[in-house]
C-alpha cells in the first residue's frame, strides 16, 4: 500500500509556528496526566481551522526532515493521503488517525456533552488533552529516541457531532468471539447515556447486511440483558463486503458513524470503507473494535475475549486430562482455534500445567526420527504413563499437505480452510504404536466452538466496555481508526497499522521459552528454523512505511519493531 504522510502544505512554515507558539502560549501541551483535563487546545478546536492545522506540532528542527517526507511521498498520492505521520522532539513520532477535518475544511465544532453529565461532570481532569499520545514501545533504555506514539483514546472537550445529528450503525463480522455482545451493549448504553444519541441502528448479519436487510433500531432497553449471551445480537458472516453498495447504503440512510466489530479481516474492510467515504466527501466516522479470538490483531496488547475463551479451554484440557490419566499409556489431544497464531493454545497451556507438548502454527514440527514428536510421546508414556497434547488448529499445516492433498479451499472471506490437524495426529499416533505393538489409547476433543460461543467472563466485560467508550468518544471527536488497548493505555490506531501485519507467536521470545520450559517438550527447531522465525519477526513488525528518505521517522519505526509481541512479558 502506497501511503503520504499529511503535512502543512508549502508555504505555511511561518503559519505552523505561529499555531505552536498560540499553543503553547495557551498551555495547550506538556501536562499529560492520566484523565488530564484541558481547558485550551481541544482538538476539535483546531477541527475548524485550515487543513494545515490539523497536524499535530512539529518542532522546528525536525520540520526539515519533514518537507523531504512530503516530497518524497508525493508520488504515490493516490492511496492514501490516509497515513499521517508527524516528528516531534528527540525521535518523536506521531502515527496518528484521519479526521473529519482532513477533508471537510469547515466541519463545525460542539462543546462535549459530558461536561454537563451528572456523572461525568463531577471527575476532575474527565477530558483527555488533544497532546496525549500512547507510545508503541514502553521498555526504553537511556539514550533511546521517544519513538512511535499512537495518539490517546478518551473523551475530548470539544466534539464534531451534535447529539441529535447523530445516526449511528454497529455491526459485527467474521467469527463469533466472547464479549461480541458486551461491546454491542456498551456502544448502545455509551451513545445515548454519555452523548444523549438515540438514532441508533443494528446491521445484519455482518457486511453484507449493509445493503440485504433492514436496519433495526436499537435502544439501551433492547439490549439491556445481552451481554449475558454469548455469540452476536445482531448476526454476523464472512464474505460480502462491497464497498460501494456499502458506502452507497450509509450515505442513502444518512448513518454519519459507523462501529464495525471484528478481526482482520474486518477491519480491512472497515479501511475501504473509510477511503470510499472519504473520497465521496462524506461527514462520516468510522470506528473499528478489533475482534479476534485467535489475538491476531497487530499492535494491540490483547482482543476481547480471548481471556474467556482461555478459561474455557482449561475444561476441554482438564477432560483430556482426566481421560488420559485413567487409561493405560492414555494421550489426551486437544485441539484450539488458532488459525495463524497459536496465542489460545499457547496460553491454555501455560494455565493448566496439565500439557505435555503445544503445538502452535509458528514453531515447525515434525513426526519421525530422532527428536520428533512420535519420539517424544513415546518417551513421555514410558515415564508418565499419560499424556496431553494441546495442538493450534493452523499447526503442522505443512506436514499434512504432504500426505494429503491440500485443497486450496476458501472461505467466503477469502480465508484458507485448513485441514483437520487433530484429526490426522490421532491416526498418525495409532499407527505408530500399533506398529510398535505398544498398547495406547487416544481420546481427540475438538472444543473450537464451544470456547468461542460462550459469553464473555468478568474481566473481558470491562474491557469491552472500555473498548466501546473509547470507540464512542473518538468517533464523537470525528476521528476515523481502531481503537485498542497498547500497553496498557486505550489508543486510536490507523486502520492501515492494524492490517497490514499480522500478530504472532514469536518463538525466539521468552514467553515460548516459558512454555518449553513448563512442558518440558522438545523445541522441534534447527537452527534454520530459528533464523527464519527471527527474520520473519523483524520483517512481520515493519510496517508499509512510505518508501521516503526521512531517517529520523524510519529509524522510530524500526526501533517499535523490534518491540516484543502483544502480551509479552
Ligand atoms: N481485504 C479485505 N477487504 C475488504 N473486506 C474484507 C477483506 N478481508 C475480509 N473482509 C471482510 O471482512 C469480513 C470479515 O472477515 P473474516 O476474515 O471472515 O473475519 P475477521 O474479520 O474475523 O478476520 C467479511 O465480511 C469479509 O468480506
Ligand atoms: O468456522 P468459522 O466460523 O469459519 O470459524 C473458524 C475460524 O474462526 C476463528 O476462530 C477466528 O477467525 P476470525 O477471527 O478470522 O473470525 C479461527 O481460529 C478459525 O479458523
Ligand atoms: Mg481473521
Same mark, same amino acid.
Given at each position: ?11 505555511d ?6 499555531r ?8 495547550g ?6 484523565? !488530564?483535563q484541558?481547558q ?5 478546536a483546531?477541527?475548524?481551522?485550515? +487543513? ?7 518542532? &522546528? ?12 511521498s508525493?508520488a504515490?498520492?493516490t ?14 513520532v506521531?502515527?496518528? $488517525?484521519?479526521?473529519?477535518?482532513d *477533508?471537510?475544511?469547515?466541519v ?6 459530558l461536561?454537563d ?5 463531577t %471527575?476532575k481532569?474527565y ?6 499520545t500512547?507510545?508503541?514501545k514502553?521498555?526504553? =533504555?537511556?539514550?533511546?529516541? @521517544? ?7 478518551g473523551?475530548r472537550?470539544?466534539?464534531?457531532? !451534535? ?16 464479549g ?13 447515556h ?5 438514532n ?9 447486511? +449493509?445493503?440485504?436487510?433492514?436496519y433495526?433500531?436499537i ?7 445481552i451481554?449475558? &449471551? ?14 460501494k ?5 450509509? #450515505?442513502?440512510?444518512?448513518?454519519? =458513524? ?8 474486518? =477491519?480491512?474492510?472497515?479501511? !475501504? ?5 472519504r473520497k465521496?466527501?462524506?461527514?462520516v466516522a468510522?470506528?473499528? $473494535?478489533?475482534?479476534?479470538?485467535d489475538n491476531?490483531i497487530a ?21 483430556a486430562?482426566?481421560e ?5 499409556n ?8 488458532? @488459525? *495463524? ?8 497451556t501455560?494455565?493448566? &500445567?496439565?500439557?505435555?507438548?503445544c ?10 526420527g530422532e527428536?520428533?514428536l512420535l519420539q ?8 508418565n504413563?499419560h ?15 504432504k ?5 486450496? #479451499?476458501?472461505?467466503a ?32 476433543i475438538?472444543p473450537?466452538?464451544?470456547?468461542r460461543?460462550?459469553?464473555?467472563n468478568a ?18 471527536a470525528?476521528y ?5 488497548? $497498547? ?5 486510536y490506531?490507523? +486502520?492501515? @497499522? ?6 504472532? %507467536? ?9 512454555l518449553?520450559?513448563?512442558?518440558n =517438550?522438545?523445541?522441534f527447531?534447527?537452527?534454520?528454523d530459528?533464523?527464519e522465525? &527471527?527474520?520473519a ?15 529520523n521517522v524510519?529509524?522510530a ?9 502483544n502480551g509479552?512479558?
Amino acid at each position: 500500500m502506497a501511503s503520504h504522510i499529511i503535512l502543512p502544505p508549502d508555504g505555511d512554515d511561518d503559519e505552523q509556528q505561529r499555531r505552536e507558539d498560540e499553543e503553547n502560549d495557551g498551555g495547550g501541551s506538556g501536562s499529560g496526566g492520566d484523565g !488530564e483535563q484541558q481547558q485550551q487546545g481541544g482538538g476539535n478546536a483546531k477541527a475548524a481551522l485550515p +487543513f494545515s492545522a490539523m497536524c499535530v506540532r512539529i518542532s &522546528r528542527d525536525s520540520y526539515p526532515n519533514l518537507r523531504a517526507l512530503r516530497n518524497a511521498s508525493h508520488a504515490s498520492l493516490t492511496d492514501a493521503a490516509y497515513v499521517k505521520i508527524s516528528e516531534g522532539d528527540f525521535g518523536y513520532v506521531l502515527d496518528d $488517525v484521519p479526521h473529519l477535518a482532513d *477533508y471537510i475544511p469547515d466541519v463545525p465544532t460542539y462543546p462535549n456533552p459530558l461536561q454537563d453529565h451528572p456523572a461525568y461532570s463531577t %471527575v476532575k481532569q474527565y477530558f483527555v488533552n488533544e497532546d496525549d499520545t500512547v507510545p508503541q514501545k514502553v521498555v526504553v =533504555q537511556k539514550n533511546s529516541r @521517544r519513538g512511535v506514539h499512537f495518539r490517546r483514546a478518551g473523551p475530548r472537550q470539544r466534539v464534531n457531532f !451534535e447529539s441529535d445529528e447523530v445516526k449511528a450503525c454497529i455491526v459485527s463480522c467474521g467469527g463469533l468471539c466472547p464479549g461480541l455482545n458486551t461491546v454491542i451493549r456498551e456502544l448502545v448504553c455509551g451513545l445515548a447515556h454519555m452523548y444523549n444519541v438515540n438514532n441508533i441502528f443494528g446491521i445484519q448479519n455482518g457486511y453484507k447486511g +449493509f445493503y440485504s436487510s433492514n436496519y433495526v433500531a436499537i435502544t439501551p432497553k433492547t439490549v439491556n440483558d445481552i451481554h449475558k &449471551r454469548g455469540g452476536t445480537v445482531l448476526g454476523t458472516s464472512r464474505g460480502g463486503h462491497d464497498t460501494k453498495k456499502i458506502v452507497d447504503n450509509i #450515505q442513502d440512510r444518512g448513518i454519519n =458513524q459507523v462501529y464495525i466489530i471484528g478481526g482482520d479481516g474486518t =477491519q480491512k474492510g472497515a479501511y !475501504e470503507i473509510y477511503k470510499e467515504i472519504r473520497k465521496r466527501g462524506l461527514k462520516v466516522a468510522v470506528a473499528g $473494535v478489533p475482534k479476534t479470538i485467535d489475538n491476531d490483531i497487530a499492535i494491540i496488547d490483547k482482543s476481547f475475549g480471548f481471556d474467556s475463551a482461555v478459561e474455557e479451554a482449561q475444561r476441554a484440557i482438564n477432560s483430556a486430562h482426566v481421560e488420559a490419566c485413567s487409561a493405560e499409556n492414555g494421550i489426551g489431544l486437544v485441539k484450539l482455534m488458532g @488459525r *495463524y497464531s497459536g496465542f489460545i493454545a499457547m496460553y491454555a497451556t501455560l494455565a493448566s &500445567r496439565d500439557v505435555d507438548c503445544c503445538l502452535i502454527p509458528e514453531s515447525p514440527f515434525y513426526m519421525d526420527g530422532e527428536g520428533g514428536l512420535l519420539q517424544y510421546v513415546e518417551r513421555r508414556l514410558k515415564e508418565n504413563k499419560h499424556m496431553v497434547i494441546v495442538v493450534a488448529e493452523g499447526a503442522g499445516q505443512d506436514i499434512i499437505a504432504k500426505s494429503i492433498p491440500a485443497s486450496d #479451499q476458501l472461505d467466503a472471506s477469502g480465508n484458507k480452510l485448513l485441514l483437520d490437524i487433530g484429526l490426522w495426529l490421532t491416526h498418525k499416533i495409532k499407527d505408530h504404536f500399533k506398529s510398535k505393538k505398544m498398547e495406547m489409547t487416544i481420546k481427540y476433543i475438538d472444543p473450537t466452538y464451544m470456547i468461542r460461543a460462550i459469553p464473555s467472563n468478568a474481566a473481558d466485560n470491562v474491557y469491552c466496555t472500555l473498548l466501546a467508550h473509547s470507540a464512542i468518544h473518538g468517533a464523537m471527536a470525528g476521528y476515523s481508526f481502531t481503537v485498542g488497548m $497498547v500497553n496498557g493505555r486505550h489508543a486510536y490506531i490507523p +486502520f492501515y @497499522r492494524v492490517t497490514s501485519t499480522r500478530n504472532k %507467536v514469536k518463538i525466539t521470545d521468552r514467553m515460548w521459552a516459558r512454555l518449553l520450559s513448563s512442558t518440558n =517438550q522438545p523445541s522441534f527447531l534447527s537452527q534454520k528454523d530459528i533464523d527464519e522465525a &527471527r527474520e520473519a519477526d523483524r520483517l512481520a513488525n515493519k510496517p508499509p512505511l512510505p518508501s521516503v528518505a526521512n531517517h529520523n521517522v524510519a529509524r522510530a519505526f524500526d526501533q517499535s519493531a523490534a518491540t516484543s509481541s502483544n502480551g509479552e512479558i
